[in-house]
T-cell receptor, first 114, second 112 residues
Framework: NAGVTQTPKFRVLKTGQSMTLLCAQDMNHEYMYWYRQDPGMGLRLIHYSVGEGTTAKGEVPDGYNVSRLKKQNFLLGLESAAPSQTSVYFC?????????????FGPGTRLTVT | EDKVVQSPLSLVVHEGDTVTLNCSYEVTNFRSLLWYKQEKKAPTFLFMLTSSGIEKKSGRLSSILDKKELFSILNITATQTGDSAVYLCAVGVGGNTGKLIFGQGTTLQVKP
């Protein structure tokens, strides 16, 4: 099993450009999450999904959109990139909610916006 | 507002030392406390604690939770250079979201 994979691994964008980050998991997990990680700030939740066809906002959703058309995939979109979105993005998945289950993380995407 | 605070933010020790990492939390609807290790890439799961006073151990790593005082500690004994990483603490919240609330992380560097 590959677990959680992310595409691409690195990307450089110019301000105003758009892009989509792809997350895929092969563990048949219902729940999926997008985080960003900035120095000194830990992991902050951007958006999440509790099942195919559902999405919800996390702690820092502004400037991002997501879609969960297939259970195994969770896409994160930046419509008009800004330098403040320079960060490392992690996708994660879990089998259920309720607060008693760990999340499994992908390897991350390092995004730089100039 | 829910928050998870880790201390210290960074730590430098020598091989063989014992370290204690701290995590305190103020979270409504607390369900569990999780520790992750992050070496350059994806965080990897270490422990989940749900009950006060019960220690979880894995080799040289151990962790305990105090739900009355709202904190957890992660101990690493006989540290090795391979223990160098960022250690993340997170709180699992109740409800259907599956959300975790993360602390800032503690960066541990173990020198030979």
């Amino acid at each position: 099993n590959a677990g959680v994979t992310q595409t691409p691994k690195f990307r450089v964008l110019k301000t105003g450009q758009s892009m989509t980050l792809l997350c895929a998991q092969d563990m048949n997990h219902e729940y999926m999450y997008w985080y960003r990680q900035d120095p000194g700030m830990g992991l902050r939740l951007i958006h999440y999904s509790v099942g195919e066809g559902t999405t919800a906002k996390g702690e820092v959703p502004d400037g991002y959109n997501v879609s969960r058309l297939k259970k195994q995939n969770f896409l994160l979109g930046l419509e008009s990139a800004a330098p403040s979105q320079t960060s490392v993005y992690f996708c994660a998945s879990s089998s259920r909610g309720g607060g008693y289950v760990e999340q499994y993380f992908g390897p991350g995407t390092r995004l730089t916006v100039t | 507002e829910d928050k998870v605070v880790q201390s210290p933010l960074s730590l430098v020790v020598h091989e063989g030392d014992t370290v204690t990492l701290n995590c305190s939390y103020e979270v409504t609807n607390f369900r569990s406390l999780l520790w992750y290790k992050q070496e350059k890439k994806a965080p990897t799961f270490l422990f989940m604690l749900t009950s006060s006073g019960i220690e979880k151990k894995s080799g040289r790593l151990s962790s305990i939770l105090d739900k009355k005082e709202l904190f957890s500690i992660l101990n690493i004994t006989a540290t090795q250079t391979g223990d160098s990483a960022v250690y993340l603490c997170a709180v699992g919240v109740g409800g259907n979201t599956g959300k975790l609330i993360f602390g800032q992380g503690t960066t541990l560097q173990v020198k030979p």
